[in-house]
């Protein structure tokens, strides 16, 4: 039988998917000599099998030999002290082998009973510390493994501080805490779930609440949101207890070995005095920055130091570590690759490489593709910004508008109308995951900057100001109070993640500016991409800031969106209206000139790069008011609205997506493929006889026979006669076109995948309409992400692979790109990375292409240039 329990001097060499990241932590910092109280590792294969079976036979037994060895390396008993000896209490731990905030919580000071109790204030002679660990024990592992709820616990103790009037928890004394510990006890009984107090059936029950833990809700939506697989199930970590709370020469905090908001080199975190490990991630005190210690502790500081650059050394990563310090000795409880925002991931990257810690390709990989755009993000512009009504910590940058929101169900709501919210909260926790993640800001009155939210919202790279504590939250209330002002559901608030600064209302923001440090490492990663990169981007201000980005060209411009500007939706309702020949040629011949001016602003935009153009792909009746909206002008006695509603309700249709768009209504109403053509080819030649190298391509979208591409093309090559060819291509967005790729090959010059559309119908959904049920869909695991984010590459990518290799075979001069929104994201860029010529992406994700470009061809070992 395979051995489930490791002693940290017997894992050292295990893997991390084993031993659990917490797990594989410990065992190398103890190897490497850090100071690292005993503890042992239940194995992930042990959880696995658990939640196959139920059980784990023969694992008591091994659980029972790891903690006699701790006994021994401790030298105390557990659970139960002897004279002067205090219990062995350990501390209990999930540890999964990717960091997940979703996962159980800690269970500290396992182990103790009321004989304990007694046994604890004799050794210590601090009968108060006993109390208050005692109850600290009864409310986590109430919490956390008999399933009360933290509120409850917070509310007796809350009451039991007004009965004495004790404004803060230290005023109480040692017999107020037994008194409280005595309320839990009773409350747990009374409701059917009565703490245990036996050690040894304390801690099997935190063991098995630690692999149930795997599959709890918000453990599932984490592992949904970045990918995690299912399968690999959790460690678990039981330590022996070292104690922060023993008076105030002991502590506990938190570190970084380099700023996780900035990236700057150095010691960062919080200390919070007299106080036990989960203080200070819950954000229940606001602790004190580590720079404090140089004033009253400058030995514990400089060992921090000390710590600090050893680790780095070690794990060649900044590191996020917890440690204790008990009566003035300093233990490591913790440590893993930290949380990082964007800019900090790119800073870290790059003056690691320079430092020799890691290689410049290493730094490539190091930085999440993904994560790029954060990098962009706006910050409130000063000059136009009103003093700010609060203030907190810094925790994650970036400036963010919206709505506020006090709970995650109003955060849905408001996402669900398509309006941005604020999450404000007096904490988070990790049940405020799903809030966190459609939130575009999160506020909280509570937390330092290692709290729950602020390290999620780094991670997920949501703008985050936490530790405002003028601020008073009542989220059943919808409301919060910041010296006399209320701020109520709803209600627009920005917010500066870089300062801490809140404003009341919506304040103008600025687009954040380039940085070095990202040109440098792009400038690593070139050499080792070979997929092209082009934009999606159809006005000459998003040409301009595509390239800025290191666009190569624009692979996607919709020319429909140039028809909805206020001057010319007119024009494009006298088309739709159009009644006689000379009619439509009029209003054709006014779009042509403004789409002529665009066209030649785009162009110049990206003067010497390729520009492909997609033709008009809505349906017409998109260009309409509502139906609603027309009825009730025309029953006012509009004419023209009265014209346009008889219009509307002719062209409407049960489903547009799949009805009188794209192709069909450019071969139906080919005036419009017309103009819009010739528009393009005159601003071309206007532009070249300019001096300049326009390089424009035409596509057509939405094909689903050959014969509609061998129309499309004799269109196109009446105008070609006249003004010389440019490269014909067409969308490669309907099934039937992707099976059809080997005959459609040869009649064009390239394909352009447009995975939107090609992912609706390969699974038959609507993007419009599958947010109703697709966050439940990947819930439950019926699919493993939302493909309208990330591409299918079992089904989609299936057919996406088959068209290029065929159309290829066909035709093998033919060019292939990928248009569709899929084209900025990292895992669908590392798909096509081989398969494909270029990407198109939004301007703002042409920094993610690039990137993802770049690791593909790193971790494929860089194929040549094609």
């Not at 190897?31 to 008591?60: D, K, S």
């Not at 849905?412 to 800001?441: C, N, S, W």
């Not at 709803?490 to 600025?510: Q, R, S």
């Not at 990518?797 to 790109?817: D, H, T, V």
């Amino acid at each position: 039988m395979a051995k489930r329990v490791y002693l940290l001097s017997e894992a050292r060499g295990l893997s991390r998917d084993l031993l659990g990241g917490k797990g594989f932590g410990l065992a190398e910092m103890a190897a490497a000599g850090l100071p690292v109280p005993p503890a042992f590792i239940v194995t992930t294969e042990a959880c696995r099998q658990y939640l196959r079976t139920g059980e784990v036979p023969g694992l008591w037994e091994e659980v029972r030999a790891g903690m006699a060895a701790l006994e021994g390396l401790a030298g105390k008993p557990f659970g139960r002290g002897e004279g002067k000896t205090p219990p062995l209490l350990v501390s209990v731990r999930s540890g999964a082998p990717v960091s997940m905030p979703g996962m159980m919580d800690t269970v500290l000071n396992l182990g103790l009973t009321l004989e304990g109790v007694e046994a604890l204030a004799r050794a210590t002679g601090n009968p108060r510390f006993a109390w208050d660990s005692f109850r600290r024990l009864l409310a986590m592992y109430g919490e956390v493994v008999l399933g009360e709820r933290a509120e409850v616990f917070e509310g007796m103790l809350s009451a039991l501080k007004a009965e004495r009037g004790a404004g803060t928890d230290a005023e109480l004394g040692p017999e107020d805490l037994e008194e409280l510990a005595y309320r839990y006890l009773r409350h747990l009984e009374a409701r059917g779930t009565p703490f245990p107090l036996d050690p040894w059936a304390q801690l099997q029950g935190a063991i098995e609440a630690v692999f149930k833990s795997w599959q709890n809700p918000r453990a599932r939506t984490y592992r949904r949101i970045y990918g995690i697989p299912e399968d690999l199930g959790t460690a678990v970590v039981v330590q022996a207890m070292v104690f922060g709370n023993l008076g105030e020469d002991s502590g506990t905090g938190v570190g970084f070995t380099r700023n996780p908001a900035t990236g700057e080199k150095g010691l960062y975190g919080e200390y919070l005095r007299n106080a036990q490990g989960e203080d200070v991630v819950a954000g229940v005190r606001t602790p004190e920055p580590l720079e404090r210690l140089k004033g009253y502790a400058p030995g514990l500081y400089e060992e921090l130091l000390q710590v600090a650059e050893r680790l780095e050394r070690h794990f060649r990563d900044m590191q996020d570590f917890e440690f204790t310090v008990e009566r003035g000795r300093l233990y490591l409880l913790q440590t893993r690759s930290g949380k990082r925002t964007a800019q900090a991931a790119v800073r870290i990257a790059v003056e690691m490489a320079e430092e020799g810690l890691i290689s410049r390709e290493e730094a490539v990989m190091r930085v999440e593709a993904n994560a790029l755009p954060g990098l962009l993000r706006p910050s409130v512009d000063r000059d136009k910004a009103p003093k700010p009504f609060l203030k907190g910590l810094p925790a994650s940058p970036g400036a963010a508008v919206g709505h506020a929101a006090f709970t995650n169900e109003a955060v849905e709501r408001f996402h669900a109308q398509g309006l941005p919210a604020i999450l404000v909260r007096p904490e988070t926790t990790p049940e405020d995951i799903t809030g966190m993640y459609l939130a575009k800001g999160i506020l909280t009155a509570r937390g330092g900057l290692t709290s729950h939210a602020a390290v999620v919202a780094r991670g997920l790279g949501v703008p985050a100001v936490v530790g405002a504590e003028a601020m008073r939250v009542f989220p059943d209330e919808g409301k919060a109070l910041v010296d006399g002002v209320e701020v109520r559901e709803g209600d627009l608030l920005t917010l500066d993640g870089g300062t801490g600064e809140v404003y009341l209302g919506a304040v103008p923001l600025v687009e954040a500016a380039g940085e070095a440090l990202l040109e440098k490492l792009l400038s690593w990663a070139e050499p080792h991409r070979r997929l092209g990169v082009r934009a999606n981007a159809d006005t000459p201000e998003d040409a301009r800031r595509a390239r800025a980005f290191g666009a190569e060209g624009i692979g996607l411009c919709r020319t429909e969106h140039m028809f909805f500007q206020e001057d010319r939706i007119p024009w494009v309702r006298r088309l739709i209206l159009a009644e006689t020949p000379e009619e439509e040629a009029e209003a054709l011949e006014r779009l042509f000139h403004f789409q002529k001016e665009d066209f030649k602003e785009i162009l110049l935009a990206m003067d010497g790069l390729p520009v492909t153009v997609r033709l008009l792909d809505p349906p017409l009746h998109e260009f309409l008011p509502p139906l609603e909206e027309l009825a009730r002008r025309a029953e006012e006695g509009d004419e023209e609205a009265g014209r346009l509603l008889r219009r509307a309700e002719a062209l409407k249709e049960v489903n547009p997506m799949l009805g009188f768009r794209g192709v069909r209504l450019l071969l139906l109403r080919p005036g419009i493929f017309r103009m819009q053509l010739k528009a393009l080819l005159e601003a071309a030649r206007e532009l070249k006889e300019a001096g300049h190298d326009p390089r424009p391509e035409v596509m057509v979208p939405l094909v689903a026979d050959p014969k509609e591409v061998e129309r499309a093309r004799a269109l196109a090559e009446e105008l070609f006669l006249e003004y010389g060819p440019i490269p014909f291509g067409t969308m490669i967005e309907t099934p039937r076109a992707a099976l059809l790729a080997a005959e459609i090959a040869p009649l064009v010059d390239f394909f352009s995948f447009g995975t939107n559309d090609l992912t609706q119908m390969a699974f038959g959904l609507s993007r419009d309409d599958a947010g109703k049920f697709l966050p439940r869909y990947v819930e439950e695991g019926l699919f493993p992400f939302d493909p309208t984010e990330r591409l299918d590459e079992k089904g989609v990518g299936r057919l996406l692979r088959m068209a290029a290799e065929e159309g290829r075979k066909a035709n093998p001069r033919l060019k292939l790109g990928l248009c569709g929104e899929h084209g900025g994201e990292a895992g669908s860029v590392r798909f096509v990375a081989d398969l494909l010529d270029y990407t198109s992406a939004s301007p703002f994700r042409v920094l993610t292409a690039r990137l993802a470009a770049a690791q593909a061809g790193l971790a494929r070992g860089t194929p040549e240039p094609a």
